[in-house]
């Protein structure tokens, strides 16, 4: 059994560019920690540090570090947090912390620790979080730590598939175009399969299904041409708060200049609520060619969406 992820210390500063010190407990508001000089309306409310982390640099110093000395608001026991990733919580009584950044730029020289070792730790191994749910926090409370999983919807679109006369390969090209990126992003991950005919009302109840219970992506494959059938993006444009153009155009102008086929894909990607959606066409191959577009974009898309400063 593994050991309890704690509490080791809480500490505020008062004033910037001070070291924080241990109190005995510290308030959770919308602002961050109460009293703290680095409190706001920001995403960088609370800062958390592993004591794993400073018992190393320890031997770098060749001093005992104190609790607080890193600028941490929150001196954990039991979990590398620079393993933790960003919309990870914390639950720590009936305060919920969500991660929001992990490490940040060194101050050098303004920083204490730095001045007198020419190294930090806070900046490769600290992370950040913002408060979700408000409370008070004290040594020796257990905390409970809960990873992002992230939900896709993959949806494909095919009269002749979903009667079994051939089977999708499009749907599974994407999932397995996701699970690579995921895998290397570090995330955890579930998908969701879907297999329908090319149906406007069968489209309709699986955006409202995803929208409803906040996926993060849903990637649709088939239906973006110019054929009697070909219904997708004109099902799911009004489902969208925001068009994400720039993508698409990238995509019909690279491989259009090539394949002049490519143009007449209208394929749409946008946001709907705090969900990223994209509709692919069938094929394998364009399948492969939008989401080698797609995949490089998709880490910056979702900070974004959830108001994280990923720059």
């Keep these: 059994m593994s050991s309890p992820i704690t509490v ?16 005995a407990e510290i308030e959770l508001n919308a602002q961050g920690v109460a009293g703290d000089a680095h409190s706001g309306n920001w995403h960088r409310q609370v800062s958390l540090l592993a004591d794993e982390s400073m018992q190393r640099f320890t031997h770098t110093a060749g001093r005992k570090i104190n609790y607080g000395e890193f600028a941490e608001n929150i001196t954990t026991r039991g979990l590398e947090l620079v393993n933790t990733h960003p919309l990870d919580r914390f639950t ?3 305060v919920e912390l969500e991660v929001t950044q992990i490490g940040k730029e060194c101050h050098g020289t303004s920083c204490n620790i ?4 020419g190294n930090c730790v806070m900046p490769k191994e600290g992370i950040f979080a913002r408060v979700l749910k ?8 257990t905390i409970i730590y809960t990873t992002k999983v992230y939900k896709v919807m993959i949806i494909t679109l095919s009269d002749r598939a979903s009667r079994g006369e051939y089977s999708d390969r499009s749907g599974p090209k994407i999932e397995l175009e996701l699970a690579a990126f995921c895998e290397k992003e570090g995330w955890k991950y579930a998908t969701d399969m879907k297999l329908i005919a090319d149906d406007a009302e069968a489209l309709k109840t699986l955006l409202c299904e995803a929208r409803d219970k906040q996926y ?12 009697p ?20 155009e990238l995509i019909r102008f690279k491989y259009g200049s090539v394949k002049p086929n490519a143009l007449l894909s209208r394929a749409i990607a946008g946001v709907m609520g705090t969900t990223l959606v ?3 066409p069938g094929s394998v191959k364009a399948v492969d060619e939008y989401m080698t577009e797609i995949i490089p974009t998709l880490r910056h898309s979702i900070y974004m969406l959830h108001n994280l400063d990923a720059h």
């Design 8 to 23: 080791v210390s809480v500490n505020i500063s008062e004033k910037k560019g001070t070291i924080k010190v241990p109190v």
């Design 92 to 94: 720590i009584g009936e």
């Design 114 to 117: 730095f001045k007198e070792v």
């Design 134 to 141: 408000y409370g008070r926090v004290k040594a020796g409370d």
């Design 216 to 227: 993060d992506i849903v990637i649709t494959t088939g239906g973006t041409g110019i054929g």
């Design 229 to 248: 059938r070909d219904i997708t993006p004109d099902v799911v444009k009004p489902f969208l708060d925001k068009e994400i153009q720039g993508i698409m």
């Design 278 to 280: 994209y509709t692919l």
